[in-house]
């Protein structure tokens, strides 16, 4: 019910009555006065009512009268009257009908009261109503009223003290609560105060509106009463106490705030005497330092006194929340002296009231932004946030760190002090002692030893204080353990949580209008407010130290679940503002601490330490004192979860991680997962952490990068809890989860993702390296899953994602590195290629030649099992892409062709199932430019040297491919020529020539040439079964398929393939090695023809040479078409001829088989030889052999320059051009003479002896060599017979001579020489004789002037009949003779002997042909001119004079028939020519033979019998026989000298000639009787005969008579004398032999006289021989039988002397 109301007022006026009733009845008898008094005031009253309408105004208006016996009762000093009158008093007030006046009255009648103590209790009611409920009490009756209050609030009464303290506070509350009224009435009415002049008076209010005049004043003097001054307005008081001062000033601050930020006096209060007197309070505190009495202050410091600190503290809070923008300065400084009670020195309780304060700044984030903005950012100014925020974390640090430990690490230890810190934090801890204290579930914190419990202390985000609100108590609390660090710990959760949430709510807004921009303004850029991001980038760098070092110390000395999340919560949150605000440093320093958390203590891990490095080198300093960035205890008693190997190269023990690491480490997971957009380069952090937790939990990677547990046998060391296990497949998956978003990271973060696991992958290698430990292999684990996730948009991080796999991880020396490397690369690339791009790959080449590339690169390692991963994925590939690789083709084609030696058998095994899938699938599905690739391929394949079968395998391959080429040939010439006119263009835009293999052919001929050169490598491989092969399919392609070509293109085919092979087979050949092979490993044999790498290579020789000579053969009349197929002729002229003259006798016989080849030259072989015999060796089907058509379908020969004008030149001789018919004969004439030049310098070059000593030379050419090179001449012969010239027949002599000469090694000679009984000719013997008997009788039929080449026929056939008795020598070169070549006892490396052939049987038969040939010639004009039979003759001499020693016996017996046959061809042509002199010479020389043979000077053998000796006797009879009829009887003709010798040989000869001593040796001589009588009868028969022409050969013959007697009477005297003196002795053989011999002579010569006319007889001889016969009778003593018979025959004769007839002795006196 309103006041106001009539009721109301109706009771109130009973009420009045009844009060003042009472009043009168109470004062009746003590107090009259005061009676009368009342009972005025009824009839007053009355009255009122009565009279007026409006009570309650008239009331008010007599309220003095109304209210005087009231106060007059009050005055009675009665209680009973008092309390009844105060009663009634205060129900006026109630209804507000108290005047001013009225109430000036009751305050002083209250003040009475007050001051004779009078009941208290009910003045401070009666006050307290009086100000709530009107407005009438002003200025001084105010001011008195509060007085008043003021001093009941100092009584000896607690109840009166505490009620008049909770009065003031009213009081003080309705003042202001007054003016604010009064503000509000005035609202709407704008004044002009008058400018506060310089604010000099205190006083000067004169400005202020009552109310507000009032609250000026009541706050002025409050201020006095705190600073303990006189009040100005509050007159009257005695007492007071700063502790209520305080609280009042802080009450009115706190619940009125407008008034002073309104009101410039009010504010102008503010700065002049409420910061002064707070700042002047707080010294005490500021000075003090516990446990120290300054020395230097005579004074003892005042010591801090806890109430009026704690309400200080209050008073600042409340200064800083409301006030701050006005007094800037001054909370500047409220702030530092905030941050300096935080300190270890300071009392307990003044650091808990202190952080309880600046735990009410943290949960007021906008407020630390304007201290940030105002401080921090300020130049010159203190940084007052960082401050708080390092203030915290240094008072957290100090708590841990316990007194009287000694321990280093102090924070805040003064310089000056004794650093014992704050006892608090050791009171009643459990410290160091006791498990069980630790064990309790209790939270806490616990780091080296100290043990700081966890209260809940305020709710997040409030800061309720508990020591801050301790009004009643005097004495400083006693602050429970843990209280601090819990209310520290709840601060700093707070902050962080306040400005990230602040600073994230305002870039989401930013976010949304950039957004709104874009949308609206495309083409402009945003600009954001610079303003804003300064403000949060320096808040964050300002706190993040302090931070991050208080943090990190409580996350690792934290026990409980709930303070480590929090606390790692907020390192996450700040983190991720980091990273938004782009900055690093602080960013990656708080991702450090929680990859630090997550491992194990002092875990090393160089990217960590690395970071923290950087921070602590900057100095974070704190009111001087640094922060340390506290590196983790080991000793914190956390729940052990896991045991695992650390990841280090050298291998350590084992490390443990904790339920802490665990949950740290699932954070990490949850930053990489929610923020990856900003982690930027610390991605590097936190996946080299990540990598090492799962190499100790043993997550090891699987298909397609994803990690799963490892197996247990991975570490032995490895030891899971039930309790981690569980949790292992969620971080697995979380893990997996964190790579597939980053699918949804723009492509810069992505690339940093991808940066950061290169970087780790490179430091796991760097680990991984030198020893062969298991490698981390997560890094290269999560590339592939990330390059998987992200094959959208590939192409942006293909090339840094496999730069790295290729360049790093593929050429590490760890396998199990390598091979995850390679694995990761590869199932990309299968990926990349299976992936549905769009575009397809088959319209985007670019990007498939992208994707395949790395492939590709791969082959550059050198490592077998990267190259095996290479091929496997090759193959997969093929089998699923195959079809649609295109122009991936040349990248897959080097992938299978980049073998190399050092691979192995299975790399290549496995590379050549690929090639075989190409080229047994996939040929016509590839571009065809990419066939050239695949014969390179298959090429090299061929030339690996790892596996011989594969090599034998890929020339097949080749001969497949040449076959698709044929079969398709079309097809491709069409596609190559469209390829070729393209690049045609592309080249002639960019003004370069095209450039690819032999050019100028068409493109498909140089696929041909490809396969061809790529085949001819193959022939010259080192190993003998690949050249063998790949001659064969070279060769027998050219022959199937060469029809395909282009007459030009034969020309690179005959120079660039043919003759370039030829050269290099040619090159290897002569220098190969002649060791021996020993035989291949195992049971491999090598047969001795084959035993040497030169032997070998003479095999490749003789394939290729025959099949080049085929080409030549068979595609002659094509290769003619061409310009210089003589030149072509002349190279292969001159490869036959090295060939032919190589030191190898298999080479060099083929070399002219393949000669007699090209000269179309049936050759006389063997059967197994016949035609086509180097191609049957080869096993190429005959059917290739025959010639095919000579050009190609539709291509005419294009005939180049003349060849005659080419021969012309050639020949350097003025040829006259022949008649058009005539042009291939002369071509022809040129070639055979190229023929035959190269057959002249061969023959002459093998068949040269050599000139140094024995030792040097090794080869001796072979005689089935020699044979054929010799059977080569006659047909070679039949077509260059015409302008055959004498030099050329001397040429010929000579290696005709030479090959006769030459050797057999005595290994072979048991297979050529004949046995040495038979008298056999050797094949190259007969092929020699052939020669020469083709050419004579070339002669025979030719024209005249060919005769002139007879002689020189002689003169070879004779050089070869010497041969019979003076076996060539070849060279110095010691020969045996057949005989001493020791057959069975060849020993394998002696050098082998070399035996000289037996040449009597080919003497003989030159011999005969010498024979028959004279007989055909001996008149030719030639064969006089140039004394042919002289040569007979001449070389005759030789056999006839060896005689018996000739080699063999036929020798000399043929001689002297065939000596017998010339001459008597020969003598009848002689004498017929005498004249002309042109026989002369020849006349001693046939003198001298005859001597030589007659008187050999040889002895014949021992073992030969009579019969044998007397048919030679009968020769040699046979001789002097023709010399007495062919001879003699010419001699007028024949010149005398020859006559002579004739004579003195017969001479020699007769029995009149014997030596007067026979020595033994000729005692065999004497027995060729008959000889001697034939001789003796020629003589003498030519000495008597009356033909003698001149008497001087008559004398010659006479005085050898003469001299014979005169001999035979000295022997007979001499044997008569010495018969006498020997006695019975007989004489000696020889004297005894002599005599018979003399006594034979006279009877021979008896019957000559006897024969002769007598006129022929010199009257001398006569007389001699009557001389005689005393002598004879002398004899007739002899005692020997022999003597006597010969005697008796010598004597007989003589009868016809008994008378002498005269005529005979006058004849002989004229």
Known sequence: MSTSSPEAVKKLLENMQTDLRSLSMECKKKFPPVKEAAESGIVKIKTIAARNTDILAALKENSSEVVQPFLMGCGTKEPKITQLCLAAIQRLMSHEVVSEAAAGNIINMLWQLMENGLEELKLLQTVLVLLTTNTVVHDEVLSKAIVLCFRLHFTKDNITNNTAAATVRQVVTVVFERMVAEDERFKGI?????????????????????????????????????????????????????????????????????????????????????????????????????????????????????????????????????????????????????????????????????????????????????????????????????????????????????????????????????????????????????????????????????????????????????????????????????????????????????????????????????????????????????????????????????????????????????????????????????????????????????????????????????????????????????????????????????????????????????????????????????????????????????????????????????????????????????????????????????????????????????????????????????????????????????????????????RPLTGHLLEKVCQHPNSRMREWGAEALTALIKAGLAYKHDPPLAQNQRLQLLLLNPLKELSNVLHADIRQKQLESVLQILQSQGDSLGPGWPLVLGVIGAIRNDQGESLIRTAFQCLQLVVTDFLPTMPCTCL?????????????????????????????????????????????????????????EKGETLNRPFHPAPPFDCLWLCLYAKLGELCVDPRPAVRKSAGQTLFSTIAAHGTLLQQPTWHVVVWKVLFHLLDCVRTSSTTADKEKIESGGGNILIHHSRDTAEKQWAETWVLTLAGVARIFNTRRYLLQQLGDFFEAWEVLLNHIQSAALSKNNEVSLAALKSFQEILQIGTPVKDSDKAGDAFAAMGVPPVLIDPLSASGPGRPLVRSDSLVERLTRYNGAELQAPPPGEESALEDSALWWSAWNTWYRTGTDSTRPPSGPAEKFSFIPSQPFLTALIQIFPALYQHIKANFSMEDLKKLGVILHGAVSVPISSDASPFILPSFTEAVLTSLQEAVLTSLDVLQKAICVGPENLQVMYPAIFEQLLLFVEFSCKPPQYGRMETKHVANAKYNQIQLFAPAEWVALNYVPFAERSLEVVVDLYHKTACHKAVINEKVLQNIIKTLRMPLGLKYACPSESTWKLAVSSLLKVLSIGLPVARQHASSGKFDTMWPELANAFEDFLFTKSTPPDNLSIQEFQKNEAVDVEVVQLISTEILPFANFIPKDFVGQIMTMLNRGSIHSQSPSFTEAEIDVRMREEFSKVCFETLLQFSFSNKVSTPQEGYISRMALSVLLKRSQDVLRRYVEDERLSGRCPLPRQQVTEIIFVLKAISTLMDSLKKTQPENVDGNTWAQVIALYPTLVECITCSSSEVSSALKEALGPFKDFMQPPLSRVQNGES
């Open 190 to 798: 704008v004044e002009q105060p008058p400018s506060v002049q310089g604010n000099t008076n205190r006083r000067s209010v004169s400005t202020l509106r009552p109310s507000a005049k009032d609250a000026y004043m009541l706050f002025q003097d409050l201020c006095q009463l705190v600073n303990a001054d006189a009040p100005y307005w509050l007159v009257g008081m005695t007492e007071m106490t700063r502790t209520f001062g305080l609280e009042l000033l802080e009450s009115v601050l706190n619940d009125f705030p407008g008034v002073f930020l309104q009101h410039q006096e009010f504010s102008f209060l503010l700065k002049e005497r409420v910061c002064p007197l707070v700042i002047k309070l707080f010294s005490p505190n500021i000075k003090f330092r516990q446990g120290s009495s300054s020395a230097a202050s005579p004074a003892p410091v005042e010591k801090p006194y806890f109430p009026i600190c704690m309400r200080l503290l209050r008073v600042v809070s409340v200064l800083i929340k409301h006030f701050y923008s006005l007094l800037v300065t001054e909370c500047e400084i409220f702030l530092s002296l905030l941050v300096k009670f935080l300190d270890g020195e300071k009392p307990q309780w003044l650091r808990a009231v202190a952080v309880e304060s600046v735990h009410r700044l943290c949960v007021q984030p906008h407020l630390l932004r304007s201290f940030c903005q105002s401080y921090d950012m300020k130049q010159h100014s203190t940084k007052v946030f960082r401050d708080i925020v390092n203030a915290l974390g240094s008072f957290i640090q100090s708590l841990f760190i316990v007194p009287n430990a000694g321990n280093p690490a102090v924070v805040g230890a003064p310089t000056g002090g004794s650093g014992s810190g704050a006892q608090g934090a050791a009171q009643g801890g459990p410290g160091t002692g006791g498990v069980s204290g630790i064990l309790t579930s209790q939270a806490a914190f616990e780091y080296r030893g100290t043990w700081i419990p966890l209260m809940t202390v305020s709710v997040q985000g409030s800061a309720k204080a508990t020591y801050l609100e301790m009004l009643d108590k005097v004495e400083p609390p006693s602050i429970p353990e843990g209280y601090a660090m819990s209310v520290a710990f709840s601060a700093l959760l707070d902050l962080v949580r306040g400005i990230t949430s602040m600073i994230e709510r305002e870039l989401a807004v930013e976010e949304e209008a950039a957004a709104e921009f874009r949308e609206t303004h495309p083409d402009q850029g945003w600009q954001p407010q610079p303003g804003a991001h300064l403000v949060w980038e320096e808040m964050v760098s300002a706190c993040w130290c302090g931070l991050l070092a208080a943090l990190s110390l409580l996350l690792d000395a934290s026990t409980d679940e709930t303070a480590t999340e929090n606390i790692l919560k907020a390192e996450l949150t700040m983190a991720s503002l980091c990273g938004r605000l782009g900055l690093v440093t602080p960013r990656d320093a708080f991702i450090t601490a929680i990859c630090k958390a997550s491992l194990p203590p002092h875990y090393a891990l160089t990217v960590l330490s690395s970071n923290a490095a950087n921070l602590s080198s900057k100095a974070y300093s704190i009111q001087g004192h640094s922060v340390q960035i506290i590196s983790p205890s080991s000793e914190s008693h956390q729940q052990v979860v896991a045991v695992g190997q650390p990841l280090t190269s050298q291998p350590q023990g084992t490390v443990v991680l904790t339920a802490k690491n665990i949950q740290c480490m699932r954070t990490l997971l949850n930053l990489a997962h929610c923020h990856g957009a900003v982690l930027g380069t610390s991605w590097q952090l936190v996946l080299a952490t990540l990598q090492h937790l799962v190499w100790i939990l043993g997550l090891k990677p699987g298909v397609g990068g994803v990690l799963k547990p490892g197996r247990a046998v991975e570490g032995p060391s490895t030891v899971l809890t039930t309790a981690v296990m569980t949790d292992l497949p969620i971080i697995a998956n979380i893990l997996s989860r964190l790579f597939e978003s980053s699918q949804y990271l723009d492509d810069v973060s992505l690339h940093h993702l991808i940066n950061a696991l290169c970087s780790l992958s490179l430091e796991a290698m760097e680990m991984a390296y030198g020893n062969n430990k298991e490698p981390s292999l997560f890094a290269v684990a999560k590339l592939l899953e990330t390059g998987l996730v992200n094959m959208d948009r590939i192409e942006i991080l293909w």
């Open 932 to 988: 050239q690739i695949v014969v390179d391929v298959a090429g090299s394949f061929g030339l690996q040297n790892q596996e011989l079968n594969i090599s034998l395998t890929s020339i097949g391959l080749l001969w497949n491919i040449s076959d698709y080429f044929f079969q398709r040939g079309e097809a491709i010439t069409q596609e190559l020529e469209r390829e070729e006119e393209a690049l045609q263009k592309q080249a002639q």
